[in-house]
């Protein structure tokens, strides 16, 4: 097997699965050489691709504070300014370019005047992570090149595109199952239009496990929220125990 691909799903503070993940590949000698990702899939997958090892990447993911005070943004449109977050992935990613990266990275974020969904995998590196991870609404649109980005989950929150024409063969990890409700559950209407949105997602990311050698899709994670900063280590070894349970019962084909 000559490439081997891992998409990375987004997810918000689900994202420390994807550290696990990376920790079972580390133990089972399973190094995929091409990464796609959005949303937090991206900044995982930005620092992985850079070769930072997963116990660094799990502390970085720890010792960030998302909502500090300093983050604030002051008019403009969101709660938490995106240019408040450069400094804290330049200390990981002191380049800023996808030519200084160890694997090809492939990063997805949504255009938000134009509404399409755009494929970063050149230039500079720092800003399509943030954009890639910007959620509508929390956080401000990113500007680059004089184009202005939100989430790239909002239009493909599993990337598998970019690895098909790139890879032999590709492993996903999706993060973004949604939580199980009653109807007792959606009171409200917007709860109703909020749940028909998330199932719409999911639906679409579902839709293209076949694209996939093997997805790895750790069990209840809809538990948790995607903003819940508080169980980081739980969800760190759901996805852990999840990876290392599949790739046992594959392991023979995914060996580099």
């Not at 983050?71 to 995106?82: C, E, I, Q, S, V």
């Not at 969904?117 to 050149?122: A, H, M």
């Not at 007792?184 to 709860?191: I, Q, R």
Request: glycine share 8%.
């Amino acid at each position: 097997m000559t490439n081997l691909g891992l998409v990375l799903s987004g997810g918000g503070a689900r994202g420390a699965a994807h550290i696990g993940a990376l920790k079972a590949f580390k133990e089972v000698g399973i190094s995929p050489t091409h990464i796609s990702g959005t949303s937090v899939g991206a900044i995982v997958g930005a620092l992985y691709a850079a070769g930072i090892p997963w116990a660094e990447i799990l502390r970085f993911f720890k010792s960030t504070s998302i909502f500090h005070a300093k983050r604030f943004a002051f008019n403009k449109p969101g709660f938490l300014d995106t240019e408040k977050f450069y400094d804290d992935l330049k200390v990981l990613l002191p380049a800023d370019n996808f030519d200084a990266l160890k694997k090809p990275l492939f990063i997805t974020a949504t255009n938000i005047i134009t509404g399409k969904l755009k494929i970063f995998s050149k230039g500079q590196l720092i800003k399509p992570v943030i954009a890639s991870a910007s959620f509508p609404g929390v956080f401000t649109p990113t500007e680059i090149n004089g184009s202005h980005y939100i989430d790239g989950g909002i239009l493909n929150n599993f990337p598998v595109e970019p690895l098909q024409k790139n890879c032999d063969k590709i492993i996903g990890v999706y993060i973004n199952s949604i939580k199980k409700v009653s109807i007792k559950d959606l009171k409200y209407s917007y709860s109703v239009a909020d749940r028909a949105l998330k199932i719409r997602a999911e639906a679409d990311s579902v839709a293209k496990f076949e694209m996939c050698d093997l997805v790895i899709a750790p069990k209840n994670l809809g538990e948790f929220g995607v903003f819940g900063l508080n169980n980081t280590d739980v969800i760190f070894e759901m996805g852990y125990n999840a990876t290392i349970k599949a790739i046992k019962e594959n392991i023979n084909d995914f060996k580099n």
